[in-house]
């Protein structure tokens, strides 16, 4: 079964740039999505089709999908985006989810 | 706004059955595919169901395909899973998630979910 490989941890100073990665074998070919999930709330999808932006969610997170890797980028990183981040995809035949991220703004 | 609320959990014994419910709300739910998902500390987020926007199509993952049954009621804007023989690797938050499309397009909007804890 395809597996997506995410780092535990990822640390940002405030105002600053958190690249969080999912990796898999070709995964450019798939569309990622990306999982906001904050403790005791509704998980939020913050990017769709590797790089779309739902409507209310802030222009600082944008993705990107290319080759082995997708990555979720937040810059100048807020408080507020403390949570776990989880990558996500179709492979063909079922869904997908990368372990998880957990963002921490320093 | 666009919202699903889940119900139906609890403590249930191994063996058991069980159904979750889910109400969404704020969107046209007859035209939308919906998923179920759930997630364990161990397991993190593990994908289980989805049945299409006029419930004619379902597909499940391996691992509950004997034992869950998906389901919906569009006049009650209901989405339900049904779960036979519960056992301890069940216990999780199960969510309901909307579908962007008729079937299998992406997953759109998550519920708050509800827990489901297995143990005699």
């Known amino acids: 079964s395809y597996e997506l490989t995410q780092p535990l941890s990822v640390s940002v100073a405030l105002g600053q740039t958190a690249r969080i990665t999912c990796g898999g074998d070709?995964?450019?070919?798939?569309?990622v999505h990306w999982i906001q999930q904050k403790p005791g709330q509704a998980p939020v999808v913050v990017i769709y089709?590797?790089?779309n932006r739902p409507s209310g969610v802030p222009e600082r997170f944008s993705g990107s999908n290319s080759e082995n890797t997708a990555t979720l980028t937040i810059s100048s990183a807020q408080a507020g985006d403390e949570a776990d981040y989880f990558c996500?995809?179709?492979?063909?035949?079922?869904?997908?989810f990368g372990s998880g991220t957990k963002v921490t703004v320093l | 706004q666009v919202q699903m609320v889940e119900s139906g959990g609890g403590v249930v014994q191994p063996g058991r059955s069980l159904r979750v419910s889910c109400v969404g709300s704020?969107?046209?739910?007859?035209?939308?595919?919906m998923h179920w998902v759930r997630q364990t500390p161990g397991k993190g987020l593990e994908w289980v169901a989805i049945i299409s926007y006029d419930g004619n199509n379902k597909n499940y993952a391996d691992s509950v395909r004997d034992r869950f049954t998906i389901s919906r009621d569009n006049s009650n804007n209901a989405l339900y899973l049904q779960v036979k023989s519960l056992r301890l690797e069940d216990t999780a938050v199960y969510y309901c998630?909307?579908?962007?499309?008729?079937?299998?397009?992406?997953?759109?909007?998550w519920g708050r979910g509800t827990a489901v804890i297995v143990s005699s």
């Open positions: 070709k995964i450019g070919a798939y569309n």
């Open positions: 996500q995809l179709w492979d063909g035949s079922t869904y997908v």
């Open positions: 998630v909307k579908d962007k499309g008729h079937y299998n397009y992406y997953m759109d909007v």
């Open positions: 704020g969107f046209t739910f007859s035209s939308y595919g």
């Open positions: 089709r590797d790089i």
